[in-house]
């Protein structure tokens, strides 16, 4: 139990200071990509320290549907709507529409999906994690989840993957392999490993937040007309 708390906790502080980096460069830069990055790990942050407490003191409706929202739903969405603005930027106005639709459609999956207080009593007695198909009795949160999840990755992943070989900066790879890591989560519910989701999860934004930071590096001479619309 111990061990799943501590690395939801050093998971919640590797997003948050993820998201505290893109937040200066958008600041700095207004590049639609590093906001929605930046909300993205910011509700990843959130997420952890959800799972953080569900750990550590036991499941309510409320740490549960925090959880739900801010670590499965709308994150992934989010980080797929950054990738988009990468690959595509002039079509920034739809790719923010996307991105809202998926927050009004997630927050109101939430909302008519009452959580089942049984279901979390009994994952707090194996000290696990409620299942989404149970806690929430077949509603509309579990059912938008694994549609949006898996498109929402497949964005980052073949975005990333394509990103990374054409601008010859490698280390964008990272990112893909970040989130290939963080969607193994579900395995390990799958199989009854509860306390691992909490590490691959913290494992996974730290290969992302270094895929960042290695792409952000000063590409080799010759490099830097392909890099530039990488950064």
Known sequence: MMLAVSF?????VVAG???AELARQWTERRRHHALAWSLALSLYSVGMLALAVGFGRGWSPTSFSVYWV???LLNVPLLAVGQLHLLDERRAALWWTIGGLAAVWSLAAVALSPVDSAVLAAADARGGIPAGREAFAGGLAYQVL?????LGSLVV???S??????????????IALGVAVSATSSRFLVAGRDEMVA??????????YAGFRAARRAPRPGRRAAAVNAA
């Open 8 to 12: 939801a906790l050093v998971g919640a």
């Open 17 to 19: 200071a993820f998201a």
């Open 70 to 72: 801010a670590g499965a």
């Open 146 to 150: 694994r549609p949006m999840t898996m």
């Open 157 to 159: 992943l073949i975005g």
């Open 161 to 174: 993957v394509y990103s990374g070989v054409r601008t010859r900066r490698y280390g964008i790879l990272l």
């Open 199 to 208: 590490v691959v999860l913290a494992v996974g934004v730290t290969i992302m």
